[in-house]
């Protein structure tokens, strides 16, 4: 079956313009995750949807980061005034409910920011 | 706060030899843990997980990884190493009851001929 899906794979932008990045989950999975891969920081958490629940946001560097998941599927992580720094591949993950833990977590390819 | 750490960045093996990646993580309860595998210009894949259920985990492509408790250890494993193994491979914990991922830097491993 179809995995999960990110789109652009590749983007290049100039500072200080806003972004956004798409993610489709895998048909049914209720949880959605966004991390970022970056040469000095490694893999780091974003932020996590569970069905109609409250996200959690506790990874998100700043407040030039939103996301949201409309319909509890598709999401969008959009970056505004983007920095240097924002440079790196942006993963989306999702996961199936399961009663008991844990629940193994699928990725897309990701995208691959890069700004000028 | 739960983390974990992989220690050697790069990791050289010889194709046939013994594949081990040692990852130790740290966290205030029992945690889950995993390894995924990222292959070049791809997302990670998962290899395999520990749930608790046993302490030893055999994962797809010949690898297996022992939760040891007392050394708060989850090393990886594989008999023989293969070209196809060359890869970066990365070690991730979650606590029980918050499905973020904790991830270590990642080990590139090179597989040489």
């Known amino acids: 079956g179809a995995g999960v899906s990110q789109s652009p794979s590749n983007k290049v932008t100039e500072k200080g313009k806003d972004v956004e990045l798409r993610c489709d989950p895998i048909?049914?999975?209720?949880?959605l995750y966004w991390y970022r891969q970056s040469l000095g920081q490694g893999l780091e958490f974003l932020i996590y949807f569970q069905g109609n629940s409250a996200p959690d946001k506790s990874g998100l560097p700043s407040d030039r980061f939103s996301a949201e998941r409309t319909g509890g599927s598709v999401s969008t992580l959009t970056i505004q005034r983007t920095q240097q720094e924002d440079s790196a591949v942006y993963l989306c993950?999702?996961?199936?409910?399961?009663?008991?833990?844990?629940?193994?977590?699928?990725f897309g390819p990701g995208t691959r920011l890069l700004v000028l | 706060a739960q983390s974990v750490t992989q220690l050697g960045s790069h990791v050289s093996v010889s194709e046939g030899a013994l594949v081990l990646l040692r990852c130790n993580y740290s966290s205030s309860v029992p945690p889950y843990l995993f390894w995924y595998v990222q292959y070049p210009n791809q997302g990670l894949q998962l290899l395999l997980k520990y749930t608790s259920a046993a302490t030893l985990v055999k994962g797809i492509n010949g690898f297996e990884a022992e939760f040891k408790k007392s050394e708060t250890s989850f090393h990886l494993t594989k008999p023989s190493a293969h070209m196809s193994d060359a890869a970066e491979y990365f070690c991730?914990?979650?606590?029980?009851?918050?499905?973020?991922?904790?991830f270590g830097k990642g080990n590139q491993v090179v597989v040489i001929p």
């Open positions: 991730a914990v979650s606590e029980r009851g918050n499905n973020r991922l904790a």
């Open positions: 993950a999702s996961s199936p409910w399961t009663s008991g833990g844990p629940e193994t977590q699928y």
């Open positions: 048909s049914g999975h209720t949880a």
